[in-house]
């Protein structure tokens, strides 16, 4: 009988699912939708198995990974929240997915099965000390040491979003001050342009920023951050350029703290470029503990990476 593997992601804002066969690098079949308007955990679970149901063409799979966004408790594949849709407390996904598949099941959160995936098939391969750092809407990380996920005592190891690197900074969402997601996710580099285009009134200061969102702030984004700064905007590489600091800042803290031989940087924020990712780089280098490794490489698997490790983490059950 033929083995195939469910792999399976649930994110903020899309939901996806793939089959894949054990050993093969590239995906048989895959599906994905926006998350829908009215967001729920029993709306999700429908459109997941919907999803499921079109990668496996009637097969059944033997056995099922998952990468979730939130808190999981990964032991006995427990979802303990979710921070985008209600109704997810303390859900038991893994039972859930072996009474729907008849197949072994593994769940992990977003971030820390993208850095497996990202070890196993991407950017990570070959090493085996591995941080992956994602910068998109918030900043989040994992840890992949002697080929396994590093999760911590209380399974928060790799939030390096929210590691302080301003105590007087602007306020992050969790609450504190001056973490690191403050300062250089996407929606922080978007409000810096807010703030800095009402603090410039002048038509003259960020005049392509300006022209892109139709003089409107209010739709600004890191996206158009990003185009300003390649068409020669100098607010805008400002912006950019603060913001890689940043980051550079926090990344050479944790290589201080883990020495890792690699790490790895995903998401949106990332597709910024050289203006975002050169001043990262030089900042990570100015501030890193000296002999430590710096050895920062971009992600390879984009979008993917949390698919990829959904994969990973069914593999390992067929061994």
Not at 49 to 63: D, F, I, M, N, Q
Not at 131 to 144: D, F, K, P, Q, R
Request: hydrophobic share 45%.
């Amino acid at each position: 009988m033929e083995s195939l593997i469910l792999a399976l992601d649930f994110g903020g804002t899309k939901l996806a699912a793939a089959a894949v066969e054990p050993g093969k690098r590239s995906f048989r079949a895959r599906a994905s939708v926006p998350s829908p308007p009215d967001k729920s955990a029993e709306a999700d679970r429908k459109i997941i198995l919907s999803l499921a149901a079109e990668v496996l063409g009637g097969k059944r799979p033997t056995a099922v990974g998952v990468s979730f966004g939130g808190p999981v408790r990964a032991e006995d594949g427990l979802v303990l929240l979710s921070h985008h849709v209600p109704g997810w407390e303390d859900f038991p996904l893994a039972e859930w997915l072996r009474e729907q598949f008849g197949a072994p099941a593994a769940v992990e959160n977003d971030a820390n099965a993208a850095a497996l995936g990202e070890w196993r098939y991407g950017a990570g391969k070959g090493t085996d000390h591995f941080l992956y750092v994602t910068v998109s809407t918030g900043i989040g990380g994992g840890i992949v040491i002697g080929g396994k996920i590093y999760r911590g005592a209380d399974g928060l190891a790799g939030e390096i979003g929210h590691m302080v690197v301003d105590p007087n900074g602007p306020r992050c969402t969790c609450g504190r001050r001056g973490c690191l997601e403050a300062l250089a996710s996407g929606p922080a580099i978007a409000a810096r342009a807010r703030e800095l285009l009402a603090s410039h009134p002048r038509p003259a200061e960020g005049r392509m920023l300006r022209e892109l969102v139709g003089n409107d702030p209010g739709r600004i984004t890191a996206r158009e951050v990003a185009i300003a700064a390649a068409r020669g905007d100098p607010l805008a590489a400002e912006i950019l350029r603060k913001a890689g600091e940043a980051l550079g800042f926090g990344l050479a803290q944790a290589i201080a703290l883990l020495n890792p031989e690699r790490i790895a940087l995903g998401g949106g924020v990332i597709k910024a470029g050289e203006p975002f990712l050169r001043p990262m780089r030089e900042a990570a280098e100015r501030y890193a503990f000296p002999g430590a490794r710096v050895d920062i490489a971009v992600a390879e698997l984009g979008d993917d990476a949390p698919l990829w490790g959904a994969t990973a983490l069914a593999e390992d059950l067929l061994r």
